[in-house]
């Protein structure tokens, strides 16, 4: 995992550019007691690193610090914990976007403990959108994105006309 004080962090690219002030705002979900991907830091965050479905190499590196944070707590972690590496992945594999060669091991593993911490979430209460992000988060994790985006949005207002369009096909 790229350290939050490392130069490389200048090295890097968002969608805005140098990726210089992404450790600012990893640092400042340290102290989020909750989120809904509108509030800051994380309406920063996923502007910078999950624009309109691009993702960049500052991405890859960000990535394991929130599944640090998300591990250090995953019974009430916002959703947003779950949410950002899952959707990380499902930008990346759908435009083939490539990892730096140094990032790649701290990406991959962190990617790999999703499931687990989704079992660790296992005795909150799961809504709706906690159901879909989570087993998205598995599915990212696990298997190819297309199903993890379709996840996604199967929440219980898609799914009947879903199973309707299924049944018809």
Same mark, same amino acid.
């Given at each position: 995992?790229?350290?939050?004080?490392?130069?490389?962090?200048?090295?890097?690219?968002?969608?805005?550019?140098?990726?210089?002030?992404?450790?600012?705002?990893?640092?400042?979900?340290?102290?989020?007691?909750?989120?809904?991907?509108?509030?800051?830091?994380?309406?920063?965050?996923?502007?910078?690193?999950?624009?309109?479905?691009?993702? $960049?190499?500052?991405?890859?590196?960000?990535? !394991?610090?929130? *599944?640090?944070?998300? %591990? &250090?707590?995953?019974?009430? =972690?916002?959703?947003?914990?779950?949410?950002?590496?899952?959707?990380?992945?499902?930008?990346?594999?759908?435009?083939?976007?490539?990892?730096?060669?140094?990032?790649?091991?701290? $990406?991959?593993?962190?990617?790999?403990?999703? !499931?687990?911490? *989704?079992?660790?979430? %296992? &005795?909150?209460?799961?809504? =709706?959108?906690?159901?879909?992000?989570?087993?998205?988060?598995?599915?990212?994790?696990?298997?190819?994105?297309?199903?993890?985006?379709?996840?996604?949005?199967?929440?219980?207002?898609?799914?009947?006309?879903?199973?309707?369009?299924?049944?018809?096909?």
């Amino acid at each position: 995992m790229l350290e939050l004080d490392s130069s490389r962090w200048a090295e890097l690219v968002h969608a805005y550019g140098s990726a210089d002030d992404i450790p600012d705002l990893l640092r400042a979900l340290d102290d989020l007691p909750g989120g809904d991907g509108q509030s800051e830091p994380w309406h920063s965050l996923w502007s910078a690193l999950a624009h309109q479905g691009d993702v $960049y190499s500052a991405s890859f590196a960000a990535t !394991p610090h929130v *599944v640090r944070l998300l %591990s &250090t707590a995953p019974s009430s =972690a916002p959703v947003d914990f779950f949410h950002f590496p899952a959707w990380i992945e499902i930008c990346r594999q759908r435009n083939r976007t490539e990892i730096p060669f140094d990032l790649k091991r701290g $990406y991959f593993e962190a990617l790999g403990l999703l !499931p687990e911490l *989704v079992a660790h979430a %296992s &005795t909150r209460e799961w809504d =709706a959108e906690f159901l879909c992000v989570a087993l998205a988060a598995i599915t990212a994790a696990k298997g190819p994105a297309d199903v993890a985006e379709a996840v996604l949005e199967l929440t219980p207002a898609v799914s009947k006309d879903f199973l309707e369009w299924l049944s018809e096909r």
